[in-house]
């Protein structure tokens, strides 16, 4: 084993953690700032690049901490624009992150765990099972190595929790990942606004996420009824409708925010026109949007995607209750076979990284 190994990656200290240690070695507070921003803002991959850090403090930092990079392993353009970047973590595992560009912003959907215990139907990441959580500096880096990757006048804009994992089950590193990424000063420097969790439903520490930070919330819906939740989501026999939808009405959305609900079409399981009057009547007591996903079919899957014209009708019935429901496709369908569960709108004409490995068409 090298030395590198026995160092600890200081991506997984939090701010707070760092000044602590800085204070233990009798270095001054604003320390911890500089090398925030070394790290988080100016993508530094070593201490001896620190120029405004003193020489022996630049030392002491090296023998004791790292600042590693995820190996990127594939990097995948689809034709829709998004790229899909699959990153292996040292202890060999994979996971994948997603960037979808779009006329004026980026939006990188990352994982929160490799693999899922939730083991919804619908979805391929399920199908695996957990394997393990991610630390809270596997989550961050992957905003940091895409950012990096990135031409020099693309910025990441939009952060959304939808890829791998359910974030609620990985709580602490989650919030501790946010802490980062929400750090407008010297960390990933994202407005709350532009951080989204999705869960699907783990009630009590999704209150607790309302509590601990004011990122936006996006749930995982699904059904408009508990018997069909229950057949598409386990977790809705320990958390059915009523409780998660109490807490959704209970949880403490800041100024003109909303709970985004996504909702899955499947053909002949929970698109009916009858689903959908039900659905707005469930969520009428909620600041509600939804986001309709026409099913992502999947070769481990008997489900399918409904017609376009079941997807127009069901979006029909809730704009005519008032509600705001955005259809949103799945993205690189061509390339993130294994992914399925992201997506979000691209413009067409979005530029992918210049050294992106095109797929074949
Ligand atoms: N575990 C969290 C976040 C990751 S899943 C959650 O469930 O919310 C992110 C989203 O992808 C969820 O809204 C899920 O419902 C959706 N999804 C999963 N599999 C899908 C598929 N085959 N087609 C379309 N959307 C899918
Ligand atoms: Fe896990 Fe979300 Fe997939 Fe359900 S939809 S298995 S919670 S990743």
Request: net charge positive; glycine share 6%.
């Amino acid at each position: 084993m090298t030395a590198a190994c026995n160092r600890t990656d200081i991506q997984e200290l939090t701010a707070d953690e760092l000044a602590a240690w800085l204070s233990r070695h009798g270095i001054e507070a604003y320390r911890r700032q500089q090398i925030f921003r070394w790290i988080y803002q100016r993508q530094a991959d070593g201490f001896d690049a620190m120029t405004d850090i003193k020489r022996a403090i630049r030392r002491l930092l090296g023998d004791h901490f790292s600042i590693t990079r995820l190996e990127l392993l594939e990097r995948a353009v689809s034709r829709d624009g998004s790229c899909k970047y699959l990153f292996r973590l040292k202890d060999g595992r994979c996971i994948e992150s997603v960037l979808i560009p779009e006329r004026s912003h980026h939006t990188l959907c990352i994982s929160s765990q490799v693999g899922c215990a939730q083991g919804c139907r619908f979805c391929m990441t399920g199908a695996t099972g957990l394997q393990r959580n991610l630390s809270m500096g596997e989550i961050t880096a992957q905003i940091r190595d895409v950012q990096r990757d990135l031409q020099a006048d693309q910025r990441l804009t939009n952060i959304v929790m939808m890829g791998m994992g359910e974030p609620m089950a990985n709580y602490r590193q989650v919030v501790r990942a946010i802490g980062v990424m929400t750090d407008r000063d010297s960390g990933l420097g994202f407005s709350t606004r532009r951080v989204t969790v999705s869960t699907a439903g783990l009630v009590p520490a999704m209150l607790q996420l309302g509590r601990d930070t004011s990122v936006n919330l996006a749930v995982s819906l699904n059904a408009a009824d508990n018997r069909t939740r229950s057949r598409l989501m386990p977790i809705n026999r320990r958390y059915p409708m009523e409780t998660l939808l109490d807490a959704c009405r209970r949880y403490p959305l800041r100024h003109r925010r909303m709970i985004t609900f996504e909702y899955i079409l499947i053909q002949d399981v929970n698109d009916s026109p009858d689903d959908a009057r039900r659905l707005a009547t469930l969520l009428r007591p909620i600041r509600a949007k939804i986001n309709l996903i026409p099913f992502n079919e999947h070769p481990g899957s008997a489900f399918k995607r409904p017609d376009p014209a079941a997807v127009q009708r069901f979006q029909e019935i809730l704009q005519q209750r008032h509600y705001t429901a955005i259809v949103r496709h799945s993205k690189g369908r061509d390339i993130a076979a294994a992914c399925g569960q992201l997506r979000a709108s691209a413009g067409k004409n979005a530029a992918c990284p210049a050294r992106a490995i095109p797929c074949p068409p």
